[in-house]
T-cell receptor, first 114, second 114 residues
Framework: DAGVIQSPRHEVTEMGQEVTLRCKPI?????LFWYRQTMMRGLELLIYFNNNVPIDDSGMPEDRFSAKMPNASFSTLKIQPSEPRDSAVYFC????????????FGSGTRLTVV | AQSVTQLGSHVSVSEGALVLLRCNYSSSVPPYLFWYVQYPNQGLQLLLKYTSAATLVKGINGFEAEFKKSETSFHLTKPSAHMSDAAEYFC????????????FGTGTLLAVQP
């Protein structure tokens, strides 16, 4: 398996623009997680899905952020409108329920909002 | 509720010296415990895991960790540091239950001096 695949690796956008980050989890994994990492706040869980259904979105910072998982092999995290304070590295991770295998992380998307 | 505390946000060792990164956890159920490593500009990579089998767990790159229930600890060690070990290390706790949710520590940045 190719692992968790995120795209793009880098994104630079202007304030106010819409940004869409993409994630393809490992085939067969039934949990998907979106994290944000910054120097100031560390690793933050934004939202996670089980079998394509959002389970906990309490970490989503505000209504400008939304996430979807239309099928088992694809998820998006959208920011609209983007702001400079959204600049961070966004990670997607997937896992298999109850197996104690932990998460497999993607390589992340480095977002810069100017 | 579960939580994890990593003592020391920055640790510096000399090449060849012992590496000791501390992690204490809190869990009301038997925990699963993980150490992840993050190299610069990369995602988090699983280093090792404890899932109620042997209390001394060996991982990749010569690292190991010992689960001590009486001390609620899961410290990460390596007998001899290498320059390539310089990275950020995250401890995480979960229980593989219905939520499959891991709680991550705030990370410890390991510097290795020549």
């Amino acid at each position: 398996d190719a692992g968790v695949i995120q795209s793009p690796r880098h994104e630079v956008t202007e304030m106010g623009q819409e940004v869409t980050l993409r994630c393809k989890p490992i085939s067969g994994h039934d949990y998907l997680f979106w994290y944000r990492q910054t120097m100031m706040r560390g690793l933050e869980l934004l939202i996670y899905f089980n079998n394509n259904v959002p389970i906990d979105d309490s970490g989503m910072p505000e209504d400008r952020f939304s996430a979807k998982m239309p099928n088992a092999s694809f998820s998006t995290l959208k920011i609209q409108p983007s702001e400079p304070r959204d600049s961070a590295v966004y990670f997607c991770a997937s896992s298999l329920a109850g197996q104690g295998d932990g998460y497999t992380f993607g390589s992340g998307t480095r977002l810069t909002v100017v | 509720a579960q939580s994890v505390t990593q003592l020391g946000s920055h640790v510096s060792v000399s090449e060849g010296a012992l590496v000791l990164l501390r992690c204490n956890y809190s869990s009301s159920v038997p925990p699963y415990l993980f150490w992840y490593v993050q190299y610069p500009n990369q995602g988090l990579q699983l280093l090792l895991k404890y899932t109620s089998a042997a209390t001394l767990v060996k991982g990749i790159n010569g690292f190991e960790a010992e689960f001590k229930k009486s001390e609620t600890s899961f410290h990460l060690t390596k007998p001899s540091a290498h320059m390539s070990d310089a990275a950020e290390y995250f401890c995480a706790v979960g229980h593989g239950g219905a939520t499959n949710k891991l709680i991550f520590g705030t990370g410890t940045l390991l510097a290795v001096q020549p």
